[in-house]
Antibody, heavy 118, light 110 residues
Framework: QVQLQESGPGLVKPSETLSLTCAVS????????WSWIRQPPGKGLEWIAY???????TYNPSLKSRVTMSIDTSKNQFSLNLGSMTAADTAVYYC????????????WGQGTQVTVSS | QSALTQPASVSGSPGQSITISCTGT?????????VSWYQQYPDKAPKLMIY???NRPSGVSDRFSGSKSGNTASLTISGLQSEDEADYYC??????????FGSGTKVTFL
């Protein structure tokens, strides 16, 4: 069963760029789509973006101007960059697999807490 | 894109059945049969319970079932058990090829 593990800084300063990486194990990253989702404290889930194994991306329109996703098939991992961070971006960030056509987000990482504070 | 609308909370007695609704638009829930449901315990990652409106992944109890009518999808939990107390989120693939989640529903025992 595919396993996903997020890594990155737990604390980011306002206006800086968040960089997170998701390492995929027990399965090849090829042939699937991969996604990022976040959850602010005490609130619901928000889909951020997804990327195909060939590097094609789709972003949430509300975050599109600040988001970049990339993928490294040689390392079996993918990444998220979110610019111009503010306190409103404080959340648990999850990476997840999005299936062969990305109709369903099926397997999730455990999540990583990111706090925006000076 | 706006979050799909779910009731904030639903309560039931052990053994009862409860239903959680998820209302969207013709651009998401009504536009595809790609509605999913997730169960989330506090401080844990969501777990896929239903996909493609009514399909259960391997290992998910058959007490969980899904359906859809027009722009509203529903999750039914039958024979409510203590371990079913959790937050539940719906999600839909959209006609713009994006994803949108519901606002979330807390299931509790009466």
């Amino acid at each position: 069963q595919v396993q996903l593990q997020e890594s990155g800084p737990g604390l980011v300063k306002p206006s800086e760029t968040l960089s997170l990486t998701c390492a995929v194990s027990a399965a090849s990253i090829g042939g699937f789509y991969w996604s990022w989702i976040r959850q602010p404290p005490g609130k619901g889930l928000e889909w951020i973006a997804y990327i195909s194994s060939r590097g094609s991306t789709t972003y949430n329109p509300s975050l599109k101007s600040r988001v970049t996703m990339s993928i490294d098939t040689s390392k079996n991992q993918f990444s998220l960059n979110l610019g111009s961070m503010t306190a409103a971006d404080t959340a648990v960030y999850y990476c997840a697999r999005c299936g062969e056509d990305c109709y369903t987000i099926d397997f999730w990482g455990q999540g990583t807490q990111v706090t925006v504070s000076s | 894109q706006s979050a799909l609308t779910q009731p904030a909370s639903v309560s039931g007695s052990p053994g009862q059945s409860i239903t959680i609704s998820c209302t969207g638009t013709s651009s998401d829930v009504g536009g595809h049969n790609f509605v999913s449901w997730y169960q989330q315990y506090p401080d844990k990652a969501p777990k896929l319970m239903i996909y493609d409106v009514s399909n259960r992944p391997s290992g998910v109890s058959d007490r969980f079932s899904g359906s859809k009518s027009g722009n509203t999808a529903s999750l039914t939990i039958s024979g409510l058990q203590s371990e079913d107390e959790a937050d539940y989120y719906c999600s839909s693939f959209t006609t713009s090829r994006t994803h949108v989640f519901g606002s979330g529903t807390k299931v509790t025992f009466l």
